[in-house]
């Protein structure tokens, strides 16, 4: 199978499963026991941590591990959220977009439905919210008794559209805000460091980056506090109770390891991909790309079609599956719903446009021959679809 569906997971690096099988093999204690096993499985814990925090420009302390970007999410939303009324008595207002993954939509939904204030902030054409429009949307709130929260995130995983992070995040300080951004699809792949984009929480995701699935982690800035979703245990800093996960820890370090090692050069690679994706898409007859050429992460393709409205998305992914290329029409959650993508529809793009899209994803893995069966295999599909 050629695979170009790297936003919805990655194959997990031989280096991740080696050292994770390595471990798995040698230790199996509990973390939390006084013994040597456990010392040593403590000892893999804090490695992970530290690598994080390496990666992030901040203190280990600072990083909880979850099981993935969805916990991440919905902890840094519901677990403020919870500080906010177990404090206050109050729950905080929360200012977000229609074009965020739906580990935030629904989490803020729930928040919403509890009795929370939401405002979904307007996207320009590309699904980007501007520094403007979050300074007018607060200004609007005005004063709180306790901080709002804005939740907006990094890059797109259906466009791989880059919101401007750091001078969102400016914005909501200067009115007290409190920011969460859904780094899920940008860590390890662009560089970046909490104190450079001066949020308070950051969520990740370990299967995103060749790291297994079923681990992530939140970056929780000082200052801001969270009330535990999972209670019953004192584990990582009484945050998040449960025996942790030490194999998928090791993993994630590893997967962390060899992003931070391949950076620069991973980058090159995908953005000379990227290019030669674009221009193959670009040559297909009435294709029309919906990721921007400025200003999108790098890796993710997302196109449709002027004749959308005769096109099926779905038909579209299965035809290339029979051709034995792997691609996606948006969210993998949301694949085999038949609904247009949220986020092409809050973009303002068509109900058939929407439908009717293909997103190519790529990782360091990927190579030219891949990205050129990716382009012929769509040639084929419409053909055969369009009957020419
Ligand atoms: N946020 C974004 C932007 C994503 O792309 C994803 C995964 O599709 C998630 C959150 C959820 O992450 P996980 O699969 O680790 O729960």
Redesign the pocket.
Same mark, same amino acid.
């Given at each position: 199978m050629i695979y170009l569906d790297n +936003? *919805?997971?990655t194959r997990p690096a031989p280096e991740v499963t080696d050292r994770m099988n390595r471990y798995a093999a040698e230790n199996f204690a509990n973390a939390g026991s006084v013994h040597r096993g456990g010392q040593r499985a403590r000892v893999a814990l804090e490695d992970a941590h530290d690598r994080l925090a390496q990666a992030l420009g901040c203190e280990p302390k600072h990083i909880v591990l979850t099981?993935?970007?969805?916990? +991440? &999410?919905n902890f840094a939303l519901k677990g403020y959220a919870f500080a906010c009324r177990k404090k206050h008595g109050l729950w905080p207002a929360i200012l977000t977009a229609r074009t965020? !993954? !739906? %580990?935030?939509l629904q989490p803020v939904e729930f928040l919403a439905w509890q009795g929370a204030q939401v405002v979904y902030l307007d996207v320009d054409g590309h699904g980007r919210v501007s520094p403007d429009v979050l300074e007018a949307a607060l200004q609007t709130i005005g004063d709180c008794a306790v901080r709002p929260v804005v939740s907006l995130? !990094? %890059? &797109? &995983?259906e466009t791989g559209v880059l919101n401007p992070i750091a001078d969102l995040a400016a914005v909501a300080r200067a009115h007290n805000g409190v920011f969460h951004t859904? %780094?899920?699809?940008t860590f390890g792949k662009i560089p970046f460091t909490a104190p450079g984009l001066g949020v308070d929480m950051i +969520?990740m +995701?370990? !299967?995103?980056i060749h790291g297994p699935?079923?681990?992530?982690a939140l970056y929780i800035g000082s200052g801001v506090e969270l009330e535990p979703l999972i209670h019953g245990g004192a584990q990582q800093r009484n945050r998040r109770g449960g025996t942790e996960p030490v194999e998928l820890a090791v993993g994630f370090d590893e997967a962390v390891r060899l992003a931070l090692e391949h950076a620069g050069q991973s980058r090159a690679h995908i953005q000379q991909l990227d290019a030669m994706l674009r221009a193959g898409l670009s040559a297909i007859q009435g294709a029309e790309i919906v990721t921007p050429a400025q200003g999108a992460l790098p890796g993710i393709v997302n196109v449709t079609f002027s004749d959308a409205a005769q096109l099926d998305g779905e038909g579209l992914i299965v035809g290339m599956d029979l051709q034995g290329v792997a691609v996606s029409n948006g *969210? *993998?959650?949301t694949s085999g719903s038949q609904q247009p993508s949220h986020v092409l529809a809050a973009m303002g793009l068509s109900a058939e446009r929407a439908r009717a899209a293909v997103r190519f994803s790529l990782s360091r893995y990927s190579v030219p021959e891949d990205v050129q069966a990716g382009i012929e295999a769509l040639q084929t599909v419409l053909k055969q679809v369009r009957g020419d």
């Open positions: +936003s *919805a997971t099981s993935g970007g969805t916990e +991440s &999410n965020e !993954h !739906h %580990a935030v995130m !990094h %890059a &797109n &995983n859904d %780094a899920v699809q +969520s +995701s370990a !299967h995103k699935k079923g681990i992530g *969210a *993998a959650c």
